[in-house]
T-cell receptor, first 113, second 109 residues
Framework: GAGVSQSPSNKVTEKGKDVELRCDPISGHTALYWYRQSLGQGLEFLIYFQGNSAPDKSGLPSDRFSAERTGGSVSTLTIQRTQQEDSAVYLC???????????FGSGTRLTVV | AQRVTQPEKLLSVFKGAPVELKCNYSYSGSPELFWYVQYSRQRLQLLLRHISRESIKGFTADLNKGETSFHLKKPFAQEEDSAMYYCARAGAGSYQLTFGKGTKLSVIP
């Protein structure tokens, strides 16, 4: 596609439920990232996929968070047993190389009630 | 650890006045630095990269290795510049970006 696509754009879920957030990066971009954007907290790195290498999961805040990237393209971020503090905008980005900067998706706004 | 510091959460200037959004980074070899902008109800987008030495929408940013700074400047602010601005850096040999907490620029008509 022409840009990074994320779905759903908004998700409201009850505390304790699991959610899946999807990211479809730009075709040919080898690197894919997930960030979390909270009010006043800026962008918090979550996880990074680069080609066929093992993902860098160092930013995941707890073992309730996991992500996978199938076939080097689409990625899914899963949050299990959601908590209210998980409420945030989850951003996905992709890039073809280090000096190009990221192209971001429009994000998924997650609200846990 | 990589750090990016944007000391101002909010910056208000009058239309036509000069703008400088500050960014300092932790020293580590040769960093790659970027500015991103997020306009109201729009997605985060790349504004400029230090490596390309470009001017976008009248904004420029110069890398000062001695002061470890990458301040964003524009000589005459416009109302449409009102947005959230994030400074970011890539670590040595890494694609991952570390972002500052952002500065909200408000241009007063």
């Amino acid at each position: 596609g022409a840009g990074v696509s994320q779905s759903p754009s908004n998700k409201v879920t009850e505390k304790g439920k699991d959610v899946e957030l999807r990211c479809d990066p730009i075709s040919g971009h080898t690197a894919l990232y997930w960030y979390r954007q909270s009010l006043g907290q800026g962008l918090e790195f979550l996880i990074y996929f680069q080609g066929n290498s093992a993902p860098d999961k160092s930013g995941l805040p707890s073992d309730r968070f996991s992500a996978e990237r199938t076939g080097g393209s689409v990625s899914t971020l899963t949050i299990q047993r959601t908590q209210q503090e998980d409420s945030a905008v989850y951003l996905c980005a992709s890039t073809p190389g280090r000096n190009y900067g990221y192209t971001f998706g429009s994000g998924t706004r997650l609200t846990v009630v | 650890a990589q750090r990016v510091t944007q000391p101002e959460k909010l910056l208000s200037v009058f239309k036509g006045a000069p703008v400088e959004l500050k960014c300092n980074y932790s020293y580590s070899g040769s960093p790659e630095l970027f500015w991103y902008v997020q306009y109201s109800r729009q997605r985060l987008q790349l504004l400029l990269r230090h490596i390309s030495r470009e001017s976008i929408k009248g904004f420029t940013a110069d890398l000062n290795k001695g002061e470890t700074s990458f301040h964003l400047k524009k000589p005459f602010a416009q109302e449409e510049d009102s947005a959230m601005y994030y400074c970011a850096r890539a670590g040595a040999g890494s694609y991952q970006l570390t972002f500052g907490k952002g500065t909200k620029l408000s241009v007063i008509p």
